[in-house]
Structure formats: C-alpha cells, structure tokens
C-alpha cells in the first residue's frame, strides 16, 4: 500500500512530461522557448532605445503602446488564418518575417542612424506579427502529440511562457547594466567644468580699471559674494 501513492506521482510527473517524448513537439517547444527569451529581450531593448533618444517616459509608453495596439487589433484575424492553415506554416511565416525588422534595427542601433520614428515604425511591424504568431503557438500542440497529450503540452506551453516573462527583463537589465548602452551625449555643460568667478579680495586696481578704496564693509560683502558663489556651483559632476 505505501508504494502505490508514489508509484501513481511518478505516473503524474511522467504524463506532464509526456509530450516532451514526441520529438516533433519537443523541438517546437525548444525552438519556441527561446523565441519567446527573444521577444522579452526585444521589449526591454526597445524600452531602452526610447529612452535613450527622448529622455521622455511618455515617448516610452507611445512607442510601447505602438507595438501593443496592432497585436490587440488584429490577434482575431490571425486565429482565423492559423484556423485556415497549418500552425507550422503560419509559425515558418511569422519567424522569418520578425527577422528583417529586428536585423534592421540593429544595424540602425549599430550605426549610429537610429532614430525615434524607426522605433514606432518596427513597434507596429512587430505588433503585427506577433498577433498571427501567438494563436499558431497555442494552436500547435493539437498536431505535434495525441490527442490525450494536448493538455499536458498546452500546460508546457504555458509555463514556458510564463517562465521567460518572468525570468527574462530582470536578465536583460542586468545584462544592461553590465554591457552598458548607448547614450546621447549630455548638450548641457557640468557646473564645474565653467570657469568660476574670480573675486579679488585684496582691494588691489584691475587693469584699466580705478582703484577703489578698501573699507571694512565692503571687503565683508565681496566675501559674503564669493562664499554664495561657492555654495552655487555645487560639487563637481
């Protein structure tokens, strides 16, 4: 009796793992997980780009929100298409179109010529695609294992997405913060790289000026003018 309970949890943990035996499904699930570490890194990546070009969170959320509004659009159609055709054709199309935006702005990141409206331009292209390729993703796994295997590979689907939407943007911001990025060059100049104001404290005549005569008042106020003028240029950048 007390080897039946773990006898049936290995009968389980087998079954969850099941369709991993089909290797049609398994190399579909493999070619998918990193498919999906892709696009994780992609938003971050484009996050940053946006940044980057506008120091403007709101730029950031328009340029987001570029991408979000045509997958919402048009991820309807593209269950009807996968519905007309093969999942595996539609994945084929979708994969190969994703690699021309994404080989484009990175040789436009790479250049140097990226600008902010490439950014918007590749969000809608990239929108666009990800609402056909996300039904052919769900839809799959009905083709690739038996039919007593779909839920258990619709459930590995599933943890596979939702582990790299977990896992993946606190990898790519450390990979940021360690590789660095590009950034625009700062058009205001530090505080403490312009010349400071010279006082002269002696009371002695400048050149081509008329001395003036030195009080104890007035060596008090060019004092004063020269500790605030100290206390405004701040520490050094």
Do not use: K
């Not at 699930?29 to 996050?47: E, K, M, N, P």
């Not at 199309?93 to 021309?100: D, I, S």
């Not at 100049?189 to 008042?217: H, W």
């Amino acid at each position: 009796m007390s080897a039946f309970p773990v006898a049936r949890g290995n009968w389980r943990q087998s079954a969850a793992l099941a369709p991993l035996h089909v290797r049609d499904f398994r190399l579909v699930w493999c070619g998918t997980l990193v498919s999906q570490c892709g696009d994780q890194l992609q938003i971050v990546g484009l996050a940053i780009l946006a940044l980057n070009l506008t120091r403007n969170p709101t730029t950031l959320g328009a340029v987001l929100a570029a991408q979000a509004i045509p997958r919402t659009l048009f991820i309807l159609i593209g269950g009807v298409v996968t519905d007309r055709f093969r999942p595996v054709g539609v994945l084929r199309v979708t994969n190969l179109l994703m690699t021309f935006p994404v080989g484009i702005l990175a040789m436009l990141s790479a250049t140097g010529l990226l600008e902010l409206w490439h950014l918007y331009v590749y969000a809608v292209l990239a929108g666009g695609v990800y609402a056909f390729a996300i039904p052919a993703q769900q839809s799959i796994a009905s083709e690739l294992v038996p039919l007593d295997q779909v839920r258990n590979a619709v459930a590995l689907n599933t943890t596979s997405f939702s582990t790299t939407l977990f896992l993946v943007p606190p990898i790519a911001g450390v990979l940021v913060a360690h590789l660095g990025s590009a950034r625009p060059s700062r058009s205001t100049p530090c505080p403490s790289a312009s010349p400071r104001p010279v006082f002269d404290l002696s009371g002695e005549a400048s050149p081509g000026r008329r001395p003036r005569r030195q009080t104890p008042s007035s060596s008090f106020a060019r004092v004063s003018r020269w500790s605030r003028a100290r206390r405004s240029c701040g520490p050094p950048c």
